[in-house]
């Protein structure tokens, strides 16, 4: 995965680094191509490659930025057009199950690996590291993060008024199996952490497979009261509501005795430490009375944040479950589509790893939820795999600032889109409206438009010429669009605003 710049690179050269002779069939597995590029030359670049479905599948970056990395997936590269400027593959992969990290070693980031007999990470999962979707502005989970810690922040506040909870949403995914298993009390030879569930980087290192990696960690650093948030690994089965990465949120709350009893006048009636026989309800060292109030506040707590999001009527239950870091535990299911999908797993922290995290006085609780399955219930997302989609059907229907709205996401077309921009000197007598724009585009477009975007608004110092851009997105919705076929509205548009409206194109 080292990003190898290779400038001018043509498509036989491209097939020829693949092993492939001149003019030979290549092989029917999918290749995935990241090319470097500026977002300024994306509609170059992309009218420029054309795959054998004669589009771009799939592209991402961080929007925000200059420049990104875009994806292209095909099988065989055609050049449609001469190009302008060379291209410049950053890394260039099979995407097969057997793609295997190169030569003994695992690159993430700065570090390298050594591959051992435990190494299982493919360079598919890995391209997911750094994705950051909770981060992302105006991604779906990242509303519901905000959501998420906004809950938090007012439901439990110091005496003085301030949060308590402090967020850490920027920890690496790369943990030892000590952080992963071992500080959670998880025995040596449980199934989880079995080879066959985990991304193993080598036996010393793994993807983390869920954010309570963190846990033991940042209670002996002395949190009490903390969200982590991230992405998590797992060797899943993919269907609607699975995906070998996915995103958690952890919630910890330790509280003192005198926080948890509040100021009652005896202090001495009340414990929160017991000898007692461990059994379904508590843990041996605990006082029933103590863990009671835990639950409750625990499932307060999720309860209420569920009903935040989610509404008062929504369908929720309680089951009891099982984790080697909490007892008792459970897990609250919601009411989807008739079916009953687990939101998160929750407890009364094992007292062991408060101890061994140097946690004396206090008990607490922990739960862990899952950001996507949260999200497709709260905005009827039917698929946990468009999360990952770089598609503006999808990504545009979240763009708005207010974190807290509530929308029900429509769906798209599944046919993959083509993109045009357009850009054209507007009349000097000032009887330009983009309205009228659209509804041209709409009238010669008609349902293979998908939406159309003012991109850029420039006026010339010089010439006093104002120029706008847009981005017109082409998509059918039961079949795939062709360039060529797409070209020719364009062209049609690019004529017909000329003729009609004025304007000069670019
Ligand atoms: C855990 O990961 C525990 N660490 C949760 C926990 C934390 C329990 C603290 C107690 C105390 P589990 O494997 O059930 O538990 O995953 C937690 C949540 O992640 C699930 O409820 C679900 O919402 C989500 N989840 C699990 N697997 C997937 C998957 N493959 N794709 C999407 N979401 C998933
Ligand atoms: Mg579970």
Known sequence: MTPGHVSGTSPTEF????????????????????????WENEPEYGNCFKSERNTWLSQYADSTSEAGIMVLHCSRLLLSKPLQRPWFPAFIRLNSTTAQV?????????????????????????????????????????HISQRISKFMYSRYLSPRGNPLFSIH???????????????????????????????????????????SAHQSELISMGFDNFLVMGDVYRRDEIDASHYPVFHQVEGVRLTTKSELFGSHQNMDDFQLFENTERSETQQGVHNLEAVKLLEADLKGCLEGLAMTLFGKDAEMRWVDAYFPFTHPSWE???????????????????????????????????????????????????????????????????????????????????????????????????????????????????STVEQVTLIDNFTHPKKKMTSHCYRIVYRHMERTLTQEEVNVIHKEIEKTAAESLNVVIR
Not at 106 to 130: C, F, W
Not at 182 to 188: H, T, V
Not at 383 to 410: A, C, H, P, T, V
Request: charged share 25%; proline share 4%; aromatic share 10%.
């Open 102 to 142: 190169s030569s003994g070693k695992v690159q993430i980031g700065e570090r390298t690996y050594e591959a051992d007999e435990m190494t299982n990470v493919t360079p598919k999962i890995l391209s997911h590291l750094g994705r950051n979707l909770h981060l992302q502005k105006y991604h779906p989970l990242n």
């Open 169 to 211: 949403d920027r920890l690496q995914p790369v943990v030892t199996p000590h952080q992963n298993f071992d500080s959670l009390l998880i025995p040596k030879d449980h199934v989880s952490r079995k080879k066959s569930d985990n991304y193993y980087i080598n036996k010393d290192f793994l993807l983390r497979a869920h954010t």
């Open 332 to 446: 609250l299911e919601v009411k989807l589509n008739d079916d009953w999908v687990e939101l998160l797993g929750c407890g009364v922290i094992e007292q062991e790893i408060l101890v061994n995290a140097g946690v004396i006085d206090k008990v607490g609780w922990a739960f862990g939820l899952g950001l996507e399955r949260w999200a497709m219930k709260l905005y009827g997302i039917p698929d946990i795999r468009l999360f990952w989609s770089s598609d503006s059907g999808f990504l545009s229907q979240f763009k708005f600032e207010d974190s807290s709205k509530n929308i029900r996401y429509k769906n798209v077309s599944q046919y993959p889109q083509c993109v045009n921009d357009i850009s054209f000197w507007l009349p000097g007598d000032g009887a330009y409206e983009p309205s009228d724009f659209y509804d041209l585009v709409r009238n010669i477009g008609g």
């Open 15 to 38: 097939e020829r680094r693949r092993g492939l002779a001149e003019g030979a069939e290549p092989a029917r597995d999918i290749l995935e191509i990241y090319l470097s590029i500026s």
